[in-house]
């Protein structure tokens, strides 16, 4: 082989590298660019099917109104709309913090207390099943009318998805990671969070992700039973005024206020996953 042939080679194998590194990284941008773009264009397209089939059909407003109605309503009650946010985001997001702290306390001590499990387990169980409308009416005859029973609902629909997701990472450990922490000499506080808690994360961000969601849901049920603020109870005063374009605009409020929530959530899963390539991508 020529001197000339031997130093081109370098030169050729770096420009297919860069060539191949340029590709890819146009490859996820389009990826990227698809997963934000398909949604929206599927939303559109329904709110202009949405929209014509109400001016093509003559459906009458207050059976479903038309987007636009919606949107003149969301603008026109704006301040309305978010004045009655503000009480159902601190019951959900209140509710959230008790009932996800609550279940992560009780599932360390079913892995370290299989008693405890054995007894309380099925308690946990029968309580969720439960349906939320049945006992929503207890709650507020026990706690009240005010924002500890709306709380509370919020705080037990959370509970149970991040008890049962819980108790299993913290259980599903490694048994040659678990050997290695006690050849080590690691104490008991050391196994917990550096391995069990650890290995957990992905568990509870899962159950976290339902919560954020399920909490709303919980606040609005609770505003259902007795309440005069909120997203919940104006949901109620629309249904019986017959205002749909208020109702849909106020559930428009409340279903963005669950994703922006969620949203959050997964943003610091992202943050506090970034070695678990797998769970957050």
Same mark, same amino acid.
């Given at each position: 082989?020529?001197? *000339? ?11 297919? &590298? ?49 987007? %636009? ?130 290995? *957990? ?41 017959? &205002? ?13 206020? %669950? ?6 959530? *997964? ?15």
């Amino acid at each position: 082989m020529s001197a *000339s042939a031997i130093e081109a080679a370098p030169v050729s194998k770096t420009f297919d &590298d860069d060539d191949a590194q340029a590709r890819f990284d146009a490859d996820r941008r389009y990826l990227a660019w698809r997963r934000r773009l398909l949604p929206v264009i599927a939303t559109v397209g329904i709110l202009i099917v949405w929209e014509a089939s109400v001016h093509i059909f003559g459906i009458r407003p207050f059976i479903a109104p038309a987007p %636009s109605a919606v949107a003149v309503m969301f603008v026109q009650k704006f301040p309305l709309l978010m004045a009655n946010l503000g009480p159902t985001a601190i019951e959900a997001i209140s509710g959230f913090l008790i009932g996800n702290i609550a279940a992560v306390l009780i599932a360390t001590s079913f892995v370290y207390q299989r008693t405890v499990e054995e007894a309380f387990f099925p308690v946990a169980v029968m309580v969720h099943t439960i349906p939320v409308m049945a006992y929503a009416p207890i709650l507020v005859l026990l706690l009240g009318n005010g924002m500890a029973a709306k709380v509370a609902i919020a705080a037990m629909i959370c509970f149970f998805p991040t008890l049962v997701n819980m108790t299993r990472g913290l259980r599903n450990v490694n048994p040659q990671h678990m050997e290695l922490m006690r050849i080590l000499s690691a104490s008991p506080t050391e196994i917990f969070f550096k391995l069990r808690f650890k290995n *957990s994360l992905p568990y509870l961000f899962s159950a976290l992700k339902i919560a954020a969601a399920t909490s709303v849901i919980g606040a609005i049920v609770g505003e259902w039973i007795g309440s005069t603020t909120g997203i919940g109870a104006l949901i109620i005063q629309a249904t019986y005024n017959f &205002d749909s374009p208020l109702l849909y605009a106020t559930i428009v409020v409340g279903s963005c206020f %669950s994703a922006l929530f969620f949203g959050i959530i *997964s943003w610091a899963e992202r943050l506090s996953l970034k070695w678990n390539v797998a769970e957050t991508a």
